[in-house]
Structures are given as C-alpha cells and as structure tokens.
C-alpha cells in the first residue's frame, strides 16, 4: 500500500532533471550574488575580475575593480565590446589579442545579443557564460534520464573545480563545455548535421573543443561512414583557421602564436607538489585537483582497456585526457586554470560512469567528478569566505563590519551618510588654464573602513566610474590629482563618497595648477543636507561678470541632480535690482553633474560686481546641489561659493 504513496513523493526521471537544473541555479545565484554584493557593493559585473593596473576600453570605467591585475575574464569581456577588434583601445586592453580572441564564440553572442552596444555585451557576455554552465548541468541530467539511468549523479558537477573557476571569473569555459556535451549527445541521437554545427560551436568558443570533432569523426570511421567523418573533421578546423586568419590581418604584427601550454607529461609536477604542501600544510583545493589529476590517468586506462565499448563519448574523455597529460606547468600551475582546460573531463566521467556494470570502473571513473568536485567545494567556498572577511553569513547580511577590523560588538558602526564632492578635474580651461582637484579622506571610524567614490563626469547618458578604498581606523589619504590617479579619468565632473561602516571626513579644491601647485583652503564635502529639494530655493552671493573677455572676470554655475528623476533646475542671476536679469533652465538626468559656464553673459548683463543668483527646481521629487566659482582676474584663483536656503517658496510654473 505504500508503494503508490512512495511514487507520488519520489520525482521522475525527468523530473528530478529538472530538480538538479534547479538546485544548480539556486546555488549559483547564491554563491554569485553573495561575492558580488559582500565584496563589490552588489555590482556583478566585478565578476569579470578587472585589474586596476590593467587597460581596459571605456564600457569598462564603471565597473569595481578586482586587485592589481584582475583575471581572464577581463579579457573576453573586452573581445565582446568589440568582437571584430575594430578599436585600437580593444586591443590594447586584451593581454594577447590573437589568442583570446580566438575563442571568439561567446564575446561574438554576446555583442550580437546586446546589439552592438558594450556596456550591455559585457553584462550579456556574463550572463551566457552562467548560463551556459547550468544548462551543461541540465543537458547530463536529461542525457541520463533519457537512457533510464539515475539523473542524480548530474549533482556531482554542481561545483567541480573548472565550473567553478568559470562560473567566478566569468570565462568562457562554460559554452565551450555545454556546446561539446550537446554535439556529442546529439550525435548519439543520430542527429549528425546539428551535432556539427554544435562541433563547430564549440571549437570557436575554445579551440581545444576541436577534440570533440576529431572524437565524433573517429566514431563515424568506425562506422564507415567516411563523408560525415571527414566533414567532423574539416569543417570545424576551416573555420578556426578562418577566423585565425581574419585576426592575422587585424593585428598584423601583433598576431602571436603559441603559448607554451605543452610539454613533456608530469614533467610539472616537481614544481607541483611543492605548491601543495606549503608550509607544512596542505592546499587542500590543490590537493583534490592533483588527485583528479591521478584519477583521470587511471580513469583513461580504464576506458582505454575496452576498445568494443567505444562511443564518441569515450572517445572524447580519452582525447581530453591525452591532451591533459601534455600541459605544462603554466597551466598546471594552479587548479583554477588547468580545471577550467579540462572541464569537460568529470561531465564525461559521470556520463561514461553510470552506465558501467562493474563497481570498480564505475566508481574509478566518479572519482573522477568526485575529487574535482571536492576541489571545486574549497575554491567557491574560500571565495565565499574571503567575500564574508571573517563574519557569520548572518553578521554580514545586518551589514556587521568585517572580523579583520578588529571590532567589538559594543561598539555601534554602520554605514554613514554620503558625502559630495563638486567640482572636480582633470582638465584645461580657458587661455591655459589647467584645473585639478586635491583630496583628502580621514577615516573616523574606530575600524578599519570601506569608502566607495562613484565619479559622476560631466554630460548626460554618463556610467559613473567607481573605486573601493580601504581606510584603517584614523587614516588619511590624500592626493595632489584625484581624478587621474583614482580613475584615470580626463574631465570634469562630481564625487559621491559612501563610508560602509562608520563616518569619514572629506576635504577638496579644484583649482588652476598652471602655475603652479594648487593653492588654498580645502573645502569640506557636501551632505545631503545641502540639497534644494522641491519647493525650496537658495541664493549664491558675491558673483560678479565683466563682460570685456581680457578682463576673465566670470561666474560659473554648476548642478548635480540626486533625484532619480529628471529634473528641471531654474537658475536666475541678479545684479543690484531686485528683479533678476533672466532665467537659465537647465534639464538634469539622474545622478547627471554640468556647469553652466559664465552665467552673467547668457543673461547678457552688464558689468556684475557683487551679484547673485537664485537656483531652484520646479520637478516634482526634485533634490540638486549647487555651486559657483567666481574668477576675477586671468590669475585669480576660482572662489567657491555655496547656497544658502530661503524660505520655502511656490515653485515656479513648470515650461
């Protein structure tokens, strides 16, 4: 009676396919989001692993950084901002442009996808190669399913080593993976033209993916079937070399060829097996990887003693792991890169596995996924660990400061409330003038602090550019160039500055250094209770305008919209009369920074010696800041002079 009952619980076969699809996705998700919002303020796109001391093309300013020289990512997320690398900035952002950007398939999708724009194609490009990860996962649990065998074994690849080094540095690895399990599951079905289009797939989005060709066309020889076979082989190549070609006559003398990624086999492992047990202590992620290691000689041995058994899916696992016994050290140097070559490895182990009658070659074969998996397990969860920087996950999603700051739990830290920098520069002005902006940051917080600057330039439909800075407690950091030696950045624009766990004090000028070094009394930042919200008007006194232009005598005005809505700002400049010499109205986007250059003038006034202006907005939700720089002289330094509030005032009707 209780078989029914157990049958209603217990899912199907393809059922619990979609079971493991799912559980994969919810654990991705998880361990992705927590990374990238513990670690950058919630921005995926940091999972692309920028170097700071690397270049990158401009879709990338935005995006958090990842430590001096960041990671492979980096560089196909470059190739998807300009697949056909039709930008010298492209190239020169790519470590070795002929050799990322053969592996061209996933960048290419990506920038299709998005349409050609590159700030979109570096977050598609993330996305695929998830995607394209998980749906590996999916496509062996449905494979198993379909030959009625138990597609819970698919959970051994849910986290193994070189899934997980491409699922968290956002590599391409992932399509190369999914498009060779497909080929060889669609050859199986018989399904000869799609499998090659997949074959073709996916020696472009990795070119050792070629092996899976040369596996299904073994197999069709086999069979005597010497058309299909030699199509398997020579289609697949001609587009490589086709490809390769194209890039040749692209970069011209900046074309390379080889890597150094072969040698003799285990001729590495006496630089190896010091790496792993450093210390006296042993690696434990390098452990596992170097027994899968041993696992897959043993395992193609195994599969190598019974030739009748041969499909292209045995094929496949041999050919992968005959070219794993040829890498080198520069790619067995860490499991992270040698895993991510030899994906497919436990993806075909578990498919070869299961269908195995004898427990000793089966289980030779899931060691295989098992101990790649036991690898896997330590890198994300060191990820994660290095994300939470000594916190409970509870601790740190109720925004606790990290264990490494060295606070008690009396003490009360949180995140402060932002801070304002405007203007500030990095670049010329009039008659050559050249303008930069001093900073300076003081760490209140009794902990060690996180500040992270956004970098709001001038001009509208703008990325603000962001950078994390790390503060010990009562440290103060200063710089001479702020925008360039932060961001790199030529321009004008705002700072935002947003303390994580606890107050910070900051202090800046922008002034003319060609002169000279800059000089003056640094200003203390803006808070957000400087801003003129709707219904509230404030006045700028002490401007002046002369409208002779050798006199340089000027006003300038600028505005940063806070809301997260356009906005309507109306600027009215006064001279002695009470009745203003006109109105500027000027549209802001959200976050959007400008300055209105020599107020005065566009109201064509007369002479202004100790003038003002009113600036208000008439938007519904409005919320701006506002400043103006007085220059009385070619030589004078830019004085800035900030609102001061008036009563609450009807806003003037809306153009």
């Not at 009658?357 to 074969?365: G, K, N, Q, S």
């Not at 008690?408 to 405007?422: E, I, N, S």
């Amino acid at each position: 009676m209780q078989v029914p009952v157990l049958a209603s619980v217990v899912p199907s076969r393809s059922s619990a396919a979609r079971v493991v699809a799912l559980g994969a996705a919810l654990f991705w998700v998880l361990v992705l989001s927590l990374i990238a919002d513990f670690r950058y303020d919630g921005d995926i796109r940091a999972l692309l692993c920028i170097g700071e001391e690397m270049r990158h093309p401009p879709a990338f300013d935005s995006v958090p950084t990842a430590g001096p020289w960041g990671y492979d990512g980096q560089h196909y997320g470059a190739v998807a901002t300009d697949p056909f690398l039709r930008k010298p900035a492209t190239i020169q952002s790519i470590d070795a442009p002929s050799y990322r950007a053969t592996r061209i398939m996933v960048p290419l999708l990506a920038w299709l996808l998005a349409l050609g724009n590159p700030a979109a194609a570096i977050v598609v490009y993330q996305l695929l190669c998830w995607g394209f990860g998980l749906a590996a996962i999916f496509l062996v649990a449905r494979w198993l399913a379909a030959e009625r065998l138990s597609p819970w074994w698919a959970l051994l690849l849910l986290a193994g080593t070189g899934l997980a080094a491409a699922m968290l540095r956002s590599t391409p690895d992932t399509a190369a993976l999914f498009f060779t399990l497909a080929a060889l599951r669609l050859h199986a079905r018989g399904r000869d033209p799609q499998a090659l289009v997949l074959a073709c797939a996916a020696a472009l989005a990795r070119e050792t993916s070629y092996l899976v060709a040369l596996a299904i066309a073994l197999d069709e020889l086999r069979r005597r079937r010497f058309a299909s076979a030699a199509a398997f082989v020579s289609v697949p190549l001609a587009l490589v070399i086709g490809w390769q070609l194209y890039l040749r006559s692209v970069l011209g003398a900046a074309f390379e060829t080889g890597t150094g990624n072969f040698s003799v086999p285990f001729i590495w492992l006496k630089d190896k097996l010091p790496t792993v047990f450093q210390g006296g202590h042993i690696w434990w992620m390098e452990f596992f990887g170097l027994c899968a290691v041993v696992a897959t000689v043993l395992s193609m041995v195994v599969v190598a003693t019974r030739p009748s058994s041969w499909t292209a899916t045995e094929l496949a696992f041999l050919a992968f792991g005959a070219m794993g016994l040829f890498l080198s050290y520069n790619v067995y140097c860490e499991t992270w890169a040698y895993a991510r070559a030899l994906v497919v490895l436990p993806f075909l182990a578990v498919l070869i596995a299961v269908r195995q009658t004898a427990p000793f070659r089966r289980w030779t074969l899931l060691s295989v996924a098992i101990l790649y998996l036991l690898s896997g397990a330590a890198m994300t969860r060191g990820e994660v660990r290095e994300a939470l920087e000594g916190r409970t996950l509870l601790a740190a999603l109720r925004g606790e400061p990290p264990a490494s700051a060295g606070v008690t739990p009396r003490v009360p830290v949180g995140p402060a409330r932002p801070l304002y920098v405007l203007p500030v520069a990095n670049a010329q002005g009039r008659a050559g003038a050249d303008y930069k902006t001093r900073l300076e940051i003081a760490n209140l917080a009794p902990i060690e602090n996180r500040i992270k600057l956004e970098l709001l330039p001038a001009g509208t439909d703008v990325v603000p550019r962001r950078k994390m800075l790390v503060l010990k407690s009562g440290q103060t950091l200063s710089w001479q160039n702020a925008v360039d030696e932060l961001f790199s950045f030529g321009g004008a624009g705002a700072l935002r500055l947003l303390p994580r766990f606890g107050p910070v004090t900051v202090r800046s000028l922008t002034a003319n250094v060609a002169a000279g070094a800059p000089q003056g009394t640094l200003l203390p930042a803006l808070t957000d209770d400087d801003l003129i919200r709707s219904g509230e008007r404030a006045r700028m006194s002490g401007l002046a305008h002369d409208p002779v232009p050798e006199a340089a005598v000027r006003t300038n005005i600028g505005l940063l919209n806070l809301a997260p809505v356009t906005i309507l700002v109306h600027v009215e400049p006064y001279a002695r009369s009470p009745r203003p010499l006109g109105r500027l109205d000027q549209q802001l986007g959200p976050g959007e920074f400008m300055q209105i250059d020599d107020v005065f003038a566009k109201v064509k006034a007369g002479r202004v010696g100790n003038g003002s202006a009113m600036v208000q907005t008439s938007s519904k939700g409005g919320a701006f800041l506002a400043y103006a720089s007085v220059i009385r002289g070619p030589d004078a330094p830019a004085v800035y002079v900030f609102p001061e509030k008036e009563r609450s005032f009807p806003a003037p009707p809306r153009d």
